[in-house]
């Protein structure tokens, strides 16, 4: 079976990958109104605990002690092949990266030391895909809860290296490269902007015009088109609080979370961000069969809402 398919109706690519029927899940099923799953209080059957290092393929690369061997315990981030693909590793990449060691379920219950970890272990894979001689367009997510797609509890991101421009990130360089006057730099030079908070060289805001309802977006304030080498002390001060505050107010810890920057040889144009989106509904006809979304917050006042847990999230952690 050819692992990339194309719908000829829409230009929308499809990824074959009918072995990922068979992937475990922990997250239990998604009941309609209640997007975050019963907790199950035994993980003796996570592939990503400390000591199921065999549930997975080889490690890939891992932060361990000096000394440790690959594929046993001792590891505080560690990142492996999918063992279900979407596509087959001949024609593209995708990884996980176990984000702890602990069996936590929200990154936010990462401390700021390791969650910084974390997401430099992501930045790190992904120009690793970067790298790749085919050319590939690297993407990192993070899918939190069952609602929001995670199979497994366990916190993880996922990377994949796609052998062909996916349709929304390549619109995205688009519209970077049309526009006359970069988009972000433009939303965060106005005043009116619906401010979150600021941490560091980075900004969180909630876009006039965001991908999906309640979504909240971190860039940097100075223009730059790819995260830096190490995006991880930067994020992990403004994530943790931002997105458990997020969570607090719109009701669900569900969400889902991604990297937007210019693929390897994209344009200048382009300004990295982070986009961060809660599922409390699932997507429904108008969305999915016309591509068309509603909003259900206003996002000047969810931004609003949102200032002042985001301050004394930051209080408190201090
Ligand atoms: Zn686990
Ligand atoms: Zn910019």
């Known amino acids: ?143 939190q809860g069952a609602a929001a797609g995670a199979s497994l509890q366990h916190s993880h991101a996922q990377l994949i290296g796609l052998p062909f421009a996916p349709p929304l990130l390549a619109a995205r360089e688009d519209a970077f490269q049309r526009a006359p006057a970069c988009p972000v730099c433009a939303e965060l030079a106005d005043p ?46 403004i994530l943790g609080p931002l997105m458990r505050a997020l969570a607090a107010l719109v009701g669900t810890a569900a969400m889902n979370l991604w990297v937007n920057q210019r693929h390897p040889g994209g344009p200048d144009a382009y300004h990295w961000h982070v986009d961060i989106v809660p599922r409390r509904a699932t997507l429904a006809g108008m969305e999915l069969g016309a591509g068309v979304f509603s909003l259900l917050n206003d996002p000047t006042a969810l931004a609003a809402a949102l200032d002042p847990r985001v301050s004394a999230a930051e209080v408190a952690a201090n």
Do not use: K
């Open 1 to 143: 079976m050819t692992p990339v398919r194309w719908d000829p109706l829409t230009g929308t690519p499809l990824l074959v990958a009918p072995a990922r029927i068979e992937r475990p899940h922990d997250t239990g099923p998604v009941a309609p109104g209640d997007p975050t799953p019963a907790r199950g209080p035994g993980h003796a059957d996570c592939p990503f605990c400390p000591g199921a290092e065999d549930q997975t393929p080889p490690e890939v690369w891992a932060v361990r002690p000096p000394g440790g061997a690959p594929d046993t315990t001792g590891w505080s981030v560690r990142a492996v092949p999918n063992r279900f693909p979407v596509l087959p590793p001949d024609e593209g990449i995708h990884e996980v990266v176990v984000n702890s060691p602990r069996h936590i379920v929200e990154l936010w219950e990462l401390s700021p030391t390791e969650m910084a970890t974390a997401v430099d272990a992501w930045a790190l894979r992904e120009r690793a895909v970067r790298n790749d001689p085919r050319g590939l367009w690297p993407f990192v997510f993070l899918n």
């Open 192 to 237: 009116a902007i619906a401010r979150i908070a600021d941490a560091g060289p980075l900004t969180a805001w909630c876009p006039q015009a965001p991908p999906l309802s309640g979504a909240v977006r971190i860039a940097p304030r100075r223009h730059a088109p790819e995260w830096p080498a190490r995006p991880g002390r930067a994020l992990a001060e």
